[in-house]
């Protein structure tokens, strides 16, 4: 990370420490610190305050909208562990699993008022253009959750379709928050739209890496159990990728569909012989060439911009360092 | 209701039967067109539009707000019902029920942002007030709910805790449905707090009804399950205001708290056994005074508006058609 990007980061994590986001009910409260308090990257508030810095704007009035972004994506995380029935969030206790789930249906509720609260507190100046981009990501947020909970419950599911999920998801926050930050910056309507494109390509860029790693990273590189996806038949790109090519060849079809379909299994033989399939059918390497060419379209878009070109490096670094785990 | 109020209605009606809410995925648009059009009185819209037109503002800007508020507040039913695992909403199934529970979160979230959405196609001149106000009820509305959970597990509820949990769960978005509609119109910030003033213990008092009715409307003036509350142990102005006062009575005491704790229970002979104490206690009275103390405030409020005499029966109308339903 940039120096800058670090100097952001502290500057979020000593907002949200001093933040109190209300009193009583206490049970409703503590859910919100609690959650607010686990750390994490804060990728997507250090991304409104660096494209706030990127086009010289006023960097202490990027915070409220970047703490609304923050409060925005914790929120979508308590309501997806609940979907997900996941027991942890950052090696802690989600807060279903620790409350309740109406407690963390209830509180989640609340961070998403908060959220537009904080980011009412914008200059009346920009404040319809910060609602608009803000309300527009979190629509389509809710949009690709809903569609990743189809793909569990359909058989064919196109990459087309699966770059459209991964865009709403996860991409277009990132594009989002890069966008408010060129708001409170007064950046021009192009330069706005320029690096959302920008954050959009990255952050398609980075869930695809999220996938390779899944499978092919060196223990020590990845926190998370490592052929996870492939246990759980996820629908990643790697696997919708080695399905789609499978097809071409029935011995390769039939053993994959078997481990797909397979009601008890190994875990650690599932995984490297699905990793053997996806060897064979070279879908590692497709799926880095997609990355690859997201990547690039991003950096395309950040050209565009009319902004000195060695204020970019910033941004290259940072999006370099998102990508920096070797897969 | 007044001939105003049905006009109203007809006009939410009608802005709601067209109303597209998005697209795709059609698994997250569609429990939102079903919820949405499930009817219902349309209370708080119609209120936000009566207000508007009592403070003699533009009835057509009115319509998004009031649009917005509906959405709110289906938003909080579809949760709550997941809370309360009710099966049935308005006589239909309940969109956990009808889909599933993530399906329900998701959708209703979206509800959440198309409703801030809808808001924020007001006029920049009023949208700071109307965020203000909207998020304000909104984060209210939580911790009205939060409250109610919590008092399931306490033993001791104070009726002044009680009486604030209505205020926040119920009264509140009543009150802000009012407020918003006179910031649409113009109205002096003074004006603004009494109607506020005036819903909030309108709606205080709706509650309370709503309790007595629970237990002692003749069947047909009421939809649901007479006793509903008796049998699940609510805790009501009725039964708290019971419990207070058995406490000076042995034996009354000993059989409420009999009742409250029963593991097995005719459902029947509990409901005639705790009404039989409700009236010896004579709490059917104490709830309708406090009600009817609520209500006087609540005209007091209206009284210090500075709008004709005469455009106030309009909403004291309306009031009073809310509380028609004789107890």
Redesign the interface.
């Known amino acids: 990370m940039s120096n800058n990007s670090i100097k952001f980061q502290q500057a979020i994590e000593l907002a949200l420490k001093d933040k109190k986001y209300?009193a009583?009910?206490r049970?409703?409260y503590d859910p919100i610190s609690y959650i607010m308090s686990l750390g994490g990257k804060r990728m997507r508030p250090v991304l409104v305050m660096m494209a706030c810095d990127f086009f010289g704007g006023d960097q202490s009035k990027a915070l409220q909208p970047a703490l609304a972004i923050e409060l925005f994506h914790n929120f979508t995380l308590v309501?997806d562990d609940?979907?997900d029935k996941a027991p942890l969030r950052r090696n802690h206790p989600t807060i279903h699993s620790k409350w309740d789930?109406?407690?963390a249906?209830?509180?989640a509720?609340?961070m998403?008022?908060?959220a537009?609260?904080e980011l009412?507190k914008a200059d009346?100046s920009i404040?319809?253009a910060l609602?608009?981009i803000f309300?527009d990501c979190?629509?389509k947020v809710?949009?690709g959750?809903?569609?990743d909970?189809?793909f569990e419950k359909q058989e064919d599911v196109s990459i087309l379709h699966y770059l459209k999920m991964i865009e709403l998801k996860t991409a277009v926050l990132l594009a989002g928050s890069l966008k408010i930050g060129a708001i409170v910056a007064g950046a021009s309507k192009e330069d706005q739209q320029a690096i959302y494109n920008f954050g959009k390509h990255i952050g398609i860029a980075f869930q695809l890496q999220d996938d390779i790693l899944d499978v092919f990273a060196t223990d020590e590189k990845f926190g998370k159990q490592k052929g996870g996806d492939i246990i759980s038949n996820k629908k990643t790109y790697l696997l919708l990728k080695a399905v789609e090519l499978a097809k071409g060849n029935r011995f390769m079809n039939e053993e994959l569909q078997m481990w797909i379909h397979a009601p008890e299994f190994d875990a650690q033989q599932k995984v490297e012989a699905v990793t053997n399939i996806y060897n064979f059918l070279n879908v590692k390497q497709l799926a880095t060439n997609e990355m690859q060419k997201q990547y690039e379209k991003a950096l395309t878009f950040l050209a565009s911009i009319h902004v000195a070109e060695n204020k970019k490096q910033e941004l290259i670094s940072f999006a370099d360092g998102l990508m920096v785990r070797q897969i």
């Open positions: 209300g009583n009910p049970e409703l309501h609940i979907m789930e109406p407690t249906i209830l509180s509720d609340a998403m008022v908060i537009y609260q009412c009346i404040l319809p609602l608009e309300s979190a629509v809710c949009e959750q809903q569609m909970m189809n």
